[in-house]
């Protein structure tokens, strides 16, 4: 299916912009993240192909238009390795081990046997102490606000590391290791009875 240019979808590369904004105004804002999960599983899953990567992912699109307009991107073809199915599935299970953390310290929070933790971790190392809770009503239970912060951090931790491939190769050489993609890569494979 082609998509024509200047349609609803060619504006997509405004929604990470607006996400991350949200997300800075009020961290309960990061829930809506789980857009950029669940519609690329269930295309997948329904459709068998991998229409949301090809045609609505924000930020494929928004690495495209920082390129276009900053002329940052040195064009350069990425290694080949970030290619290869090992690097891909063994990005997509670091991937998973980390939004697998961000289930347990939630739960954590849930069940009462750890403190809420309030700050953003960048690249998975880096914890900045800052609290995105402007107008947090006292009523939502800490667990909505600890996953929060949880999946927040993982989504800007991914775009940075697509900011910097981009830079450094081509403009969606992100793409090539995204774990949404290599996950709905292997959804696809599997419903086609295809070899992984």
Known sequence: MSVKKNN???YLWLWPIIYFALGFFNILFAWLGMFDVMLPILFALIGGNKFFC???CGRGMLFTVITKKFKISSGKPAPKFFSS???R???LIFFMAMFTSILIQTYFVYSG???LKEFIKILWAFNIPFSL????PSQIPAWIIQFSYGFYSLMLSSTIIGLIVMALYRPRTWCTFCPMGSMTQAIC???NHQPL
């Open 8 to 10: 609803f979808f060619s």
């Open 54 to 56: 090809n045609h609505m």
């Open 85 to 87: 199915k090992y690097f």
């Open 89 to 91: 599935y063994g990005f």
């Open 113 to 115: 046997t750890a403190n």
């Open 133 to 136: 809770n402007l107008s947090m």
């Open 189 to 191: 494979k599997i419903k």
